[in-house]
């Protein structure tokens, strides 16, 4: 989960905190909402962009994304969110029509906004862009022992071995395994 100069590709907790509530500061409904959507679901910008009010469903909790990835044999996957967030879209939804989209703006608007509340956070380099809210979304389930195969199920992957990349990753477990055999260095 790093990049080419061995940059991090997802968010850490604190950084994780920070981004939430740059957002949650945000006067932007839209904006707020969009972004809450790819933090709360790890769904790809493109499949928070094609979201439709009919793919929200209010009653049960969850949005319906169709995986564009598999183009060939199109799924489709329901991720639970949370309250808050399902109260932001149904008044960004109030006089939509069932086939009208959430959120209607282009793609790089999209990017722009998140790089938006990337920055006021104070994040750059490789973590600070959508993707890493994918990034995010998969390693902090992981690191809360959530069975891979349901993260792979929430990411909308075809294959385990696409889920799998995201347990290399550098965490506190991780730390906490190290330093049970460095020695004690106290004077």
């Known amino acids: 989960m790093f990049d080419q100069l061995g940059e991090r590709k997802y968010l850490s907790r604190?950084?994780?905190?920070?981004?939430?509530?740059?957002?949650?500061?945000?006067?932007?409904?839209?904006?707020?909402?969009?972004?809450l959507t790819l933090f709360f679901t790890g769904c790809r910008i493109s499949?928070?962009?094609?979201?439709?009010?009919?793919?929200?469903?209010?009653?049960?909790?969850?949005?319906?994304?169709?995986?564009?990835?598999?183009r060939r044999h199109p799924k489709h996957r329901a991720i639970?969110?949370?309250?808050?967030?399902?109260?932001?879209?149904?008044?960004q939804t109030q006089g939509k029509k069932a086939h009208e989209r959430v959120f209607p703006f282009s793609r790089s608007t999209g990017w722009r906004i998140v790089k938006k509340y990337m920055t006021i956070a104070n994040l750059s380099g490789s973590k600070a862009c959508p993707k890493a809210l994918r990034h995010t979304y998969a390693i902090s389930y992981l690191l809360e022992k959530t069975p891979i195969t349901t993260v792979k199920k929430w990411l909308g992957h075809e294959n385990l071995k696409n889920t799998a990349i995201y347990l290399d990753i550098v965490n506190e477990e991780e730390y906490n395994e190290a330093q049970k055999i460095w020695p004690d260095m106290r004077d």
Do not use: G, H, W
């Not at 500061?25 to 707020?32: G, R, W």
């Not at 499949?47 to 598999?70: G, I, N």
């Not at 639970?80 to 008044?91: D, G, H, N, T, V």
């Open 14 to 35: 604190n950084e994780r905190t920070a981004f939430l509530d740059a957002v949650l500061k945000s006067p932007l409904p839209a904006e707020k909402a969009f972004c």
């Open 47 to 70: 499949e928070a962009l094609r979201l439709s009010v009919s793919s929200v469903d209010f009653e049960e909790r969850y949005l319906v994304f169709r995986t564009l990835k598999q």
């Open 80 to 91: 639970f969110i949370p309250p808050a967030l399902l109260e932001m879209l149904k008044r």
